[in-house]
């Protein structure tokens, strides 16, 4: 019977009480403590969060604290992006720029243990962007710790013809994100690194073709069954109920939801629920307005996301006609307590839902995703029955192929993998 690896986890972003990237870096830890012995490293604002979860500094996990660099970068870039919510790449770009310091104390703390062999991996879970370069990779390889990097994700290219959403979205620095790949050390830590886990076929396709014998695609999603169990409700509702739940921006759709669902918001055969905030709401509220569809649409706001699937549960279909979608996480989470998704065929979505579960919009323009979103809620209007059969075979399958225990049994595949005790190496999940 193999014995557990000793792993030290490097989770800069990691904290059970916030969403996205740290959330994920959260959950991905915590789910690796059912098949390895792991100390986590993380930044020091996460510390509290830990500490309230139940985690012993010291012997669960150490916190790093570089805010005193960090805190002014990103105040930088938030100065930059302007409205809150918008320019992720410009955020990414500076926390990319102070985090090998992070590293930096990292290595300063543990070096003498893993020279010593306390660690038998050392594996970077966060941050997930590939702009963060590790120096750690390249000292691990020197002393022969095998280091895992990922699941990495990035690079989804802006899809042709949303100019002017990425325009609104403050994405300038996206238009040379891809010079990341020209630095030294991006080359110098996929070289290190024992095993590269990417999150999307996007990310798949750059790294380098001499590489591709050591990466594993492997999506960075899962779901917290514990915070999505409810049994989704008898029957359907009438009029069917259709939710959206995420940022209110540009790109993630919700405007083109409202446009495209119009005819039959109007005739009372279908209702959308708006679950989230963001600096989209003034338009929203005036397609609300100016389609005369007030009555047959909710308006939510932000809902803390351990309340989420009581809000989400009275909906039969998650709509969300998001065109840059890295993860698609929601969709997931949306899918295990019942609801049949209706999604772009692009990025995340694209890689993670199979068609025989679901609704998958070919990407297109604008006006041809209204087009075809309308076409698609109409279909489902008029013969509803036919979700019955797709919410069970999409729960099943979240259950069975999508939660967290099953992530850390791949991710613990890989472990056994890069420290020779199998031979093959691990198959593609999610």
Known sequence: MQTKPRVLVIAEAANPEWVSVPLIGWLHSEALRAVADVHVVTQARNRAAFLKAGRVEGEDFTAIDTEWLEAPAVGVANKLRGDAGKGWTTLQTFQSMTYPYFERLVWRKFKDQLRA?????VHRITPMSPTSHSTI?????KIDVPFVLGPINGGLPWPKGFGAERRREREYMSYIRSAHRLAPGYRRMLDAASAIIVGSSATASEIPSNLTQKTIQISESAVDIDRFSLSPKEGLSTPLRACFVGRMVPYKGPDILLRAAA???????????????????PTLNEIIASEGIAEAVTLHGWVPHENLQSTAIASDIFAFPSVREFGGTSILEMMAIGLVPVIVDYGGPGDNIPPDLGFKLPLSTRDQLITDLRATLTGIADDPAQLLALREKGQRWIHQTFTWPRRAEQINDIYQWVLGNRDSKPAPFG
């Open 117 to 121: 062999g306390a660690f038998d991996i």
């Open 137 to 141: 990779a390249r000292k691990c390889a």
């Open 263 to 281: 005819p039959l918001l109007r005739e009372g055969r279908l209702h959308i629920d708006l679950i989230g905030d963001g600096p989209l709401m």
